[in-house]
Protein backbone atom coordinates (compact mmCIF):
# COMPACT_ATOMS: atom_id res chain seq x y z
CA UNK A 1 0.00 0.00 0.00
CA UNK A 2 1.19 3.51 -0.86
CA UNK A 3 1.91 5.70 1.72
CA UNK A 4 1.33 9.42 1.76
CA UNK A 5 4.25 11.44 1.48
CA UNK A 6 5.78 14.64 0.52
CA UNK A 7 4.06 17.76 0.06
CA UNK A 8 1.78 16.22 -2.65
CA UNK A 9 -1.76 17.31 -1.65
CA UNK A 10 -4.01 14.37 -2.94
CA UNK A 11 -1.90 12.35 -0.91
CA UNK A 12 -2.74 14.52 2.72
CA UNK A 13 -5.15 12.68 4.69
CA UNK A 14 -6.87 13.01 7.66
CA UNK A 15 -4.60 15.70 10.22
CA UNK A 16 -2.23 16.09 7.44
CA UNK A 17 -4.96 17.63 5.38
CA UNK A 18 -6.66 19.41 7.95
CA UNK A 19 -3.21 20.98 8.95
CA UNK A 20 -3.00 21.98 5.26
CA UNK A 21 -6.22 23.63 5.14
CA UNK A 22 -5.54 25.44 8.17
CA UNK A 23 -1.82 26.95 6.59
CA UNK A 24 -3.73 28.11 3.69
CA UNK A 25 -6.88 29.98 5.84
CA UNK A 26 -3.66 31.76 7.94
CA UNK A 27 -1.93 33.05 4.62
CA UNK A 28 -5.21 34.20 3.22
CA UNK A 29 -5.95 35.76 6.75
CA UNK A 30 -2.46 37.54 6.77
CA UNK A 31 -2.69 38.66 2.96
CA UNK A 32 -6.19 40.14 3.63
CA UNK A 33 -4.60 41.75 6.92
CA UNK A 34 -1.48 43.10 4.67
CA UNK A 35 -4.18 44.25 2.21
CA UNK A 36 -6.22 46.24 4.89
CA UNK A 37 -3.74 47.53 6.21
CA UNK A 38 -1.85 49.27 3.08
CA UNK A 39 -5.63 50.42 2.57
CA UNK A 40 -5.92 52.22 5.87
CA UNK A 41 -2.44 53.59 5.91
CA UNK A 42 -3.35 55.30 2.60
CA UNK A 43 -6.65 56.42 3.73
CA UNK A 44 -4.74 58.31 6.78
CA UNK A 45 -2.73 59.92 4.63
CA UNK A 46 -5.45 61.62 2.31
CA UNK A 47 -5.94 64.34 5.37
CA UNK A 48 -2.90 65.62 5.47
CA UNK A 49 -2.54 65.92 1.45
CA UNK A 50 -5.78 67.17 0.92
CA UNK A 51 -5.12 69.84 3.81
CA UNK A 52 -1.46 70.81 1.52
CA UNK A 53 -3.14 70.77 -1.34
CA UNK A 54 -5.92 72.96 -0.39
CA UNK A 55 -3.09 75.76 1.18
CA UNK A 56 -0.71 74.97 -1.81
CA UNK A 57 -3.70 76.26 -4.20
CA UNK A 58 -4.65 79.12 -1.87
CA UNK A 59 -2.75 81.73 -3.66
CA UNK A 60 -4.59 80.93 -6.98
CA UNK A 61 -8.04 80.98 -5.30
CA UNK A 62 -6.94 84.29 -3.73
CA UNK A 63 -5.58 85.82 -6.96
CA UNK A 64 -9.44 85.37 -8.46
CA UNK A 65 -10.98 87.44 -5.15
CA UNK A 66 -13.87 89.75 -5.32
CA UNK A 67 -12.48 93.49 -6.29
CA UNK A 68 -11.35 95.72 -3.23
CA UNK A 69 -11.48 99.45 -2.90
CA UNK A 70 -8.08 101.50 -3.97
CA UNK A 71 -7.10 104.68 -2.64
CA UNK A 72 -6.30 106.55 -5.88
CA UNK A 73 -6.09 110.33 -5.42
CA UNK A 74 -6.85 113.17 -2.82
CA UNK A 75 -10.03 115.01 -4.48
CA UNK A 76 -8.39 118.11 -4.53
CA UNK A 77 -6.07 116.81 -6.81
CA UNK A 78 -8.84 116.46 -9.82
CA UNK A 79 -9.39 119.80 -11.67
CA UNK A 80 -13.35 120.35 -11.24
CA UNK A 81 -13.64 121.41 -14.90
CA UNK A 82 -14.76 117.98 -15.90
CA UNK A 83 -11.11 117.40 -17.78
CA UNK A 84 -10.49 113.71 -16.51
CA UNK A 85 -6.98 113.08 -15.54
CA UNK A 86 -5.10 110.15 -14.87
CA UNK A 87 -3.49 108.13 -12.16
CA UNK A 88 -2.05 105.28 -11.07
CA UNK A 89 -3.82 102.20 -9.26
CA UNK A 90 -1.33 101.33 -6.86
CA UNK A 91 -2.12 97.88 -4.99
CA UNK A 92 -0.03 94.89 -3.35
CA UNK A 93 -0.35 92.16 -6.16
CA UNK A 94 0.02 88.53 -5.80
CA UNK A 95 0.70 86.63 -8.68
CA UNK A 96 -0.01 83.28 -7.70
CA UNK A 97 2.72 82.43 -4.91
CA UNK A 98 4.42 85.31 -5.14
CA UNK A 99 3.49 88.52 -3.15
CA UNK A 100 4.75 92.10 -5.08
CA UNK A 101 4.15 94.84 -2.46
CA UNK A 102 2.50 98.53 -3.40
CA UNK A 103 2.84 98.93 -7.44
CA UNK A 104 0.97 99.76 -10.54
CA UNK A 105 -1.46 97.79 -11.84
CA UNK A 106 -3.10 99.96 -14.03
CA UNK A 107 -4.69 103.53 -14.10
CA UNK A 108 -8.07 105.21 -14.32
CA UNK A 109 -9.01 108.79 -15.62
CA UNK A 110 -10.72 110.19 -12.97
CA UNK A 111 -13.43 114.01 -13.65
CA UNK A 112 -15.71 115.89 -11.80
CA UNK A 113 -17.64 118.99 -12.20
CA UNK A 114 -16.71 122.34 -10.42
CA UNK A 115 -17.49 122.43 -7.08
CA UNK A 116 -18.72 118.72 -6.74
CA UNK A 117 -17.92 116.22 -4.35
CA UNK A 118 -19.15 113.64 -7.09
CA UNK A 119 -16.40 111.86 -9.17
CA UNK A 120 -16.33 109.70 -12.07
CA UNK A 121 -13.90 107.34 -12.86
CA UNK A 122 -13.09 105.00 -15.75
CA UNK A 123 -10.62 102.50 -16.61
CA UNK A 124 -7.51 103.53 -18.89
CA UNK A 125 -7.41 99.92 -19.83
CA UNK A 126 -8.98 99.53 -23.66
CA UNK A 127 -12.18 97.09 -23.70
CA UNK A 128 -10.76 96.39 -27.59
CA UNK A 129 -7.33 94.02 -26.28
CA UNK A 130 -6.36 95.89 -23.20
CA UNK A 131 -3.84 98.52 -24.51
CA UNK A 132 -3.43 101.42 -22.46
CA UNK A 133 -5.78 104.50 -23.50
CA UNK A 134 -4.64 108.04 -23.85
CA UNK A 135 -6.00 110.86 -23.31
CA UNK A 136 -5.33 113.73 -26.29
CA UNK A 137 -6.52 117.14 -24.72
CA UNK A 138 -5.96 119.02 -28.24
CA UNK A 139 -8.68 116.93 -29.93
CA UNK A 140 -10.87 116.45 -26.24
CA UNK A 141 -11.10 112.75 -26.65
CA UNK A 142 -9.20 109.25 -25.53
CA UNK A 143 -7.66 107.79 -27.86
CA UNK A 144 -6.16 103.79 -27.98
CA UNK A 145 -2.56 103.81 -29.81
CA UNK A 146 -2.63 100.26 -30.79
CA UNK A 147 -5.69 99.69 -33.17
CA UNK A 148 -7.61 103.66 -32.81
CA UNK A 149 -10.12 103.51 -30.84
CA UNK A 150 -11.24 106.58 -30.05
CA UNK A 151 -13.86 107.39 -26.73
CA UNK A 152 -15.76 110.79 -25.82
CA UNK A 153 -14.46 112.39 -22.80
CA UNK A 154 -17.47 110.67 -20.75
CA UNK A 155 -15.98 107.33 -22.17
CA UNK A 156 -18.47 106.59 -24.84
CA UNK A 157 -17.62 105.22 -27.97
CA UNK A 158 -16.79 107.12 -31.09
CA UNK A 159 -17.00 105.12 -34.44
CA UNK A 160 -15.67 103.83 -36.20
CA UNK A 161 -13.43 101.96 -33.57
CA UNK A 162 -12.73 98.55 -33.22
CA UNK A 163 -13.14 98.55 -29.47
CA UNK A 164 -16.38 96.38 -28.80
CA UNK A 165 -18.23 98.71 -25.92
CA UNK A 166 -17.45 102.07 -24.47
CA UNK A 167 -14.62 102.56 -21.80
CA UNK A 168 -15.14 100.97 -18.55
CA UNK A 169 -16.68 102.51 -15.87
CA UNK A 170 -15.62 101.58 -12.34
CA UNK A 171 -17.42 102.09 -9.05
CA UNK A 172 -15.92 105.05 -7.46
CA UNK A 173 -16.67 107.22 -3.55
CA UNK A 174 -14.71 110.01 -1.41
CA UNK A 175 -14.01 109.22 1.68
CA UNK A 176 -14.63 112.01 4.70
CA UNK A 177 -11.08 112.51 4.58
CA UNK A 178 -11.20 113.52 0.99
CA UNK A 179 -9.66 110.42 -0.69
CA UNK A 180 -11.16 109.03 -3.59
CA UNK A 181 -11.30 105.23 -3.96
CA UNK A 182 -12.01 103.43 -6.42
CA UNK A 183 -13.37 99.38 -6.65
CA UNK A 184 -10.68 98.29 -8.86
CA UNK A 185 -11.93 95.60 -11.29
CA UNK A 186 -10.26 94.15 -14.46
CA UNK A 187 -13.01 93.56 -17.53
CA UNK A 188 -12.97 90.87 -20.55
CA UNK A 189 -11.52 92.48 -23.63
CA UNK A 190 -12.81 91.99 -26.88
CA UNK A 191 -16.75 91.37 -25.85
CA UNK A 192 -19.42 93.81 -25.78
CA UNK A 193 -20.62 92.51 -22.22
CA UNK A 194 -19.04 94.23 -19.60
CA UNK A 195 -17.97 91.11 -17.56
CA UNK A 196 -15.25 90.65 -14.78
CA UNK A 197 -12.68 88.73 -15.57
CA UNK A 198 -12.40 86.23 -13.24
S1 LIG B 1 -6.46 97.61 -27.88
FE1 LIG B 1 -7.34 99.56 -27.99
S2 LIG B 1 -8.04 99.70 -29.98
FE2 LIG B 1 -7.22 97.75 -29.90
Avoid at 2 to 16: C, S
Avoid at 30 to 44: I, N, Q, S, T
Avoid at 175 to 192: C, D, L, M
Amino acid sequence: MARPHGNDPAALTGHGAANHRAAGGESRRDLLAKVLAVACGGLATLPPVAAGLWAFLDPLRRTRGAASFLSVADLAAIPDDGMPRQFPVIADRVDAWTGFAAEPVGAVYLSREKGSREVRALSATCPHAGCFIDLEKATQCFRCPCHNSSFTLEGGIVNPSPSPRAMDELECRVGANGQVEVKWQKFRAGVAEKVVQG
